[in-house]
Structure formats: structure tokens, C-alpha cells
């Protein structure tokens, strides 16, 4: 029955990234044929590892993806807060039985070409996923029934509905909603993946651990079954930043850390500096949808990756969109505004908490002894009542 309810009506996507590929084989499933536009030359993920919480496994369980998902995935045994300067732990989340079974799924680790790979796996699979790269999306015009996208190579398509999936600086996104280009980055990452040999066996642990200092962070984790390792560090600019010059260096890579434990500089060591990225964030906003067009991920709530939720929420996005699709038999423009509602409060409450949580990792003096107090006296079950509004599996958790 679900099959039923696209009717074969045309879905025009903007934008292959994690967010676009899950919504292409969602709305495949429920019957629509859908064409996905990529302006890259390829479908690939630039970056690293991505950690996948307990409510991304659920939405990735609701479009049927977690088994190959679990095929990939790493779980590590903890979540740590380390302190910069000495070495010792602040805070240890456990991640084993009681968190999985409060929660229902595990906290996963993935490689982002090994989630992207399945997506696009998945779309591959679905005769009715059109799937084009080189296909700059650049203007869209709502017809009186539908929607035309221009590309930049002069192409002109016409769909049934619109899907702006295109990130951070989303042309959908300015089409309906309109409130600029997003505010100057602040932070500045550098990112990598080295081979498990490269790491000395007294640093190598099966947790997602950061390093926390002030103005600067520094996070690790294994990937694929351990054969791998994850390097991000995460810094304030102390300067105005050009998102365009992704150009790196080591001496800026390491500045921020040169008071940090020794430990860290061996890691450092480790990490390419030749490339960096530059993150920012948007304020929360509503109006995700109008008629036939909506957004989701990064282009309706780009976040800081202080809450490791961006993809979690992109594809929790999708699994509300299918429903809302699902429930209302089809009908998109009220699917779509349905889809919204539901979710723009949840995203806002991440986008926020997001904000804080780079506050709290990267204090120091008496900040950092509160932080260090307030922590110190949790218990387990007290740590993991904290997060539950947002991997909790019950709706009654959610304002927790
Ligand atoms: C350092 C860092 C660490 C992170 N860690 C985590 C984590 O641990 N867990 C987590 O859940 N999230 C994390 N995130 C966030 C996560 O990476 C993003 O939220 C997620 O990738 C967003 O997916 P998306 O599909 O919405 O957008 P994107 O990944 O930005 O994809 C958008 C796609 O659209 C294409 N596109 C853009 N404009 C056009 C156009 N006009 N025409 C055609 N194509 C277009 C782009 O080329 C791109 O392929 C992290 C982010 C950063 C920066």
C-alpha cells in the first residue's frame, strides 16, 4: 500500500550529501521516481569519520538502511571528555548494555564514504533514482503545478516537488526562505583518517575521546572494525575567515595547541595539514516548506558539530518526511508542511544546544573547575537522563 502513493509523480532533489541520497530511496520506496542533482563531479563525502547516536540508527532503521549500516559501523565502549593539559578524564559516558538498552540502539562510528557508499548503494539499487552529478542547480521557479529547476549548464527540469538537500549555503534554502548567506565561520577544523598501525598501542582506545582546552578541541575515535582512526581538532579563529581559502598549514594546525599534553602532539603529528574547513551555524528558523518545496539537513538547520547530530538530524528529517508522505497519502505540498511543524523545534533545541556545548567543551580556569565539579558528581543513569531528549526512542522524552 505504501508502494501506492507516489504514483510515479517526479520529486526533483538538490544536492547528493547524506541528507539527499536517504530522502532519494525514502520517496523511491513510497512509489515516486525521483532525480537527484549533484553539482560535484562525483557523489563523495570529503572528511572523516561521523558518529551516529542511537536517534540517527533509529531513522536509518525506519528507511531500512541499519543492517548495512551495522555492516560498517564501529561501536565504541565510551564517550570521553579529556582535559587538555593534564591528561585526566573529566567526564566518561558509558556507551555499553544500559545505554543500548535504554536507548534501544547502540552509539555507532562510521567512515563518512562507507555511509555515503550505502546510500548511494541503496539509490543504485532503486530503477526509479535517477542519480545526476556535474548538475549545478541554480535558479527554481514555481509553476502553478510544480516546480522547474535551472541548472548552471543551461538544463531546465520540471518535477512535481522540490527537495532543497543542498547544505550549508543552499539555493533552495534563499528561494523559500530567504534570509541570507549564512553568518562568517568562526571555528576552524582539520580532519583525517590515518591507519591503525600509525597509532602508538598506549594512545589507541575503542572510545570516542576529546581533548578539551581553551578555545580548542581535539577528538579521536577508531573506524571501520579498528583498522582505522579518526583526527579532528576544532579551534576558535582569531581572525575573520574566508570560508572560500581552505588552504592549511601546519603551523596554524598546531598553534592553538602548544600547551596541550604531549599526547596530543604526537596524535598531531599524525593529522594532514594541508586542507581545512571552516564551520558556522545558522539561528534556528521556521518555514522549512512552501507548497511543493521543502528542505532538510544542513540547508534547513545548519548546526556546529558540538552535538555530533548534523547527519543524525538530516536523516531523522527523512524518516518524519516519509511518514508525513506516507500519512497523507501522497498529498506533498501538506506532507511537507506537516514535516516542517514537526521538526523545527527539535532542530532548534539541537542548533542551541550545540552552541553551548562548544562553550562548555573549550572553557578554562574557574569555568573548567565548575565543569569539572558539575560533572564529577553524575552518576551513569544521571548522564544519560541528560541526553535523553535527544536519543531517547519515547515521544514523552523528547522535552525532557
Ligand atoms: C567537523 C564536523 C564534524 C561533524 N561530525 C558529525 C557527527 O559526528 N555526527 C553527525 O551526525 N553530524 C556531524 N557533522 C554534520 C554533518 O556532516 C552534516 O550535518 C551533514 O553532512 C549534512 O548533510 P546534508 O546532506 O544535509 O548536507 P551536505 O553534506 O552539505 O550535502 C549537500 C550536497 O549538496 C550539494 N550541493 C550544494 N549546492 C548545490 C546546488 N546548488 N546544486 C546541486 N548540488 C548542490 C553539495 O555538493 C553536497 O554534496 C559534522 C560536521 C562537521 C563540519
Redesign the pocket.
Known amino acids: 500500500m505504501a508502494r501506492e502513493v507516489g504514483r510515479s509523480r517526479k520529486v526533483l532533489i538538490?544536492?547528493?550529501?547524506?541528507?539527499?541520497l536517504a530522502a532519494a530511496t525514502g520517496l523511491a520506496d513510497l512509489g515516486f521516481q525521483v532525480q537527484v542533482?549533484?553539482?560535484?563531479e562525483d557523489?563523495r563525502?570529503v572528511?572523516a569519520?561521523?558518529?551516529?547516536?542511537p536517534n540517527?540508527s533509529r531513522a536509518l532503521q525506519q528507511l531500512g538502511l541499519l543492517k548495512e549500516f551495522d555492516k560498517w559501523s564501529w561501536k565504541p565502549g565510551a564517550l570521553v571528555m579529556r582535559d587538555a593539559f593534564e591528561g585526566e578524564d573529566i567526564v566518561r559516558i558509558g556507551l555499553g548494555d544500559e545505554f543500548v538498552g535504554r536507548f534501544e540502539h547502540p552509539y555507532a562510528v562510521i567512515h563518512?564514504a562507507d555511509l555515503l557508499g550505502l546510500l548511494l548503494e541503496a539509490c543504485r539499487r532503486n530503477p526509479r533514482i535517477d542519480l545526476a552529478t556535474n548538475?549545478?542547480?541554480?535558479k527554481i521557479e514555481e509553476l502553478g503545478q510544480g516546480v522547474r529547476i535551472r541548472l548552471a549548464d543551461g538544463r531546465s527540469v520540471d518535477g512535481d516537488a522540490l527537495i532543497g538537500?543542498?547544505?550549508?549555503?543552499?539555493?533552495v534554502r534563499s528561494h523559500i526562505v530567504n534570509d541570507g548567506p549564512p553568518p562568517a565561520p568562526k571555528y576552524i577544523?582539520y580532519?583525517g583518517v590515518v591507519s591503525r598501525e600509525q597509532i602508538p598501542d598506549d594512545v589507541w582506545a575503542p572510545e570516542v575521546v576529546m581533548w578539551t582546552g581553551p578555545n580548542a578541541d581535539f577528538v579521536h575515535y577508531p573506524l571501520r572494525s579498528g583498522e582505522l582512526f579518526n583526527l579532528?581538532v576544532?579551534f576558535k579563529a582569531d581572525r575573520e575567515l574566508d570560508p572560500m581559502d581552505i588552504a592549511g598549514s601546519r603551523e596554524e594546525m598546531t598553534a592553538p595547541y602548544a600547551s596541550f599534553h604531549p599526547t596530543v602532539h604526537r596524535l598531531l603529528d599524525l593529522l594532514p595539514a594541508d586542507r581545512k574547513?571552516m564551520?558556522t551555524d545558522r539561528t534556528p528558523t521556521r518555514g522549512w516548506s512552501r507548497g511543493a518545496i521543502a528542505v532538510?539537513?544542513?540547508?534547513a538547520h545548519?548546526?556546529l558539530?558540538y552535538m555530533?547530530?548534523?547527519?543524525?538530524?538530516?536523516l531523522e528529517d527523512v524518516a518524519q518526511l516519509v511518514e508525513q508522505v506516507r500519512a497523507t497519502s501522497g498529498e506533498l505540498p501538506s506532507a511537507f508542511e506537516q514535516y516542517a511543524e514537526k521538526r523545527y523545534l527539535r532542530t532548534a533545541r539541537v542548533q542551541f544546544s550545540a552552541r553551548q556545548m562548544i562553550e562548555l567543551c573549550q572553557v578554562s580556569g574557574l569555568l573548567a573547575d565548575l565543569r569539572a565539579g558539575y560533572f564529577g558528581s553524575r552518576t551513569q543513569q544521571q548522564l544519560h537522563d541528560g541526553i535523553a531528549w535527544l536519543y531517547s526512542p519515547h515521544p514523552g522524552e523528547r522535552f525532557s
Open positions: 538538490v544536492g547528493g550529501g547524506i541528507g539527499g542533482f549533484e553539482q560535484a557523489f563525502e572528511g569519520g561521523i558518529q551516529i547516536a540517527g563518512r548538475s549545478r542547480v541554480e538537500a543542498d547544505g550549508l549555503r543552499s539555493v577544523v580532519r579532528v576544532t574547513w564551520v532538510l539537513g544542513d540547508a545548519p548546526m558539530q555530533a547530530q548534523g547527519a543524525c538530524q538530516a
